[in-house]
């Protein structure tokens, strides 16, 4: 029977795995009927048919890969514009937030001086009056 050797050249990581045995196992029989030559070159076929499917197999993957990368960058950049356009937005809708809350803050700290004005003028009135009086 006949051994044979191919090289596999893809992985993950695109480096090759190195050399991968495979055994191509035909009957007794093929090998009496037909002999080693004729067997041997058989084996040698089916191995070299198989290489070339691996080979169209990964350039079909690899082709596939491409599309995919390129569909992805794609989207990628178009949802990059879109945040952005929509942080911007944010950022313009923040800061008109915060000037509205700081106009608000100083009403609010107008109106406390003023309101502890209205308490605290007749408290310190009263008491300056009692200090007089004694």
Do not use: C
Not at 86 to 105: A, H, P, Y
């Amino acid at each position: 029977m006949h051994r044979s050797l191919i090289h596999s050249s893809w992985s993950p990581d695109r480096t090759p795995r190195g050399i991968v045995p495979v055994t191509a196992k035909l009957s007794r029989k093929f090998y009496e009927t037909f002999g080693d030559e004729i067997a041997n070159d058989l084996v040698d076929w089916f191995n070299a048919v198989d290489a070339t499917y691996r080979a169209d197999l990964r350039e079909l993957n690899e082709l596939n890969f491409a599309r995919f990368d390129a569909k992805l960058e794609q989207r990628l950049a178009e949802l990059d514009t879109k945040w952005g356009s929509r942080w911007s937005q944010f950022d313009t809708k923040l800061e008109q937030l915060g000037s509205s809350l700081r106009v608000e803050i100083h009403a609010a700290r107008a109106d406390t001086v003023k309101w502890m004005f209205v308490f605290w003028a007749p408290t310190a009135i009263a008491v300056i009056d009692l200090l007089l009086r004694r």
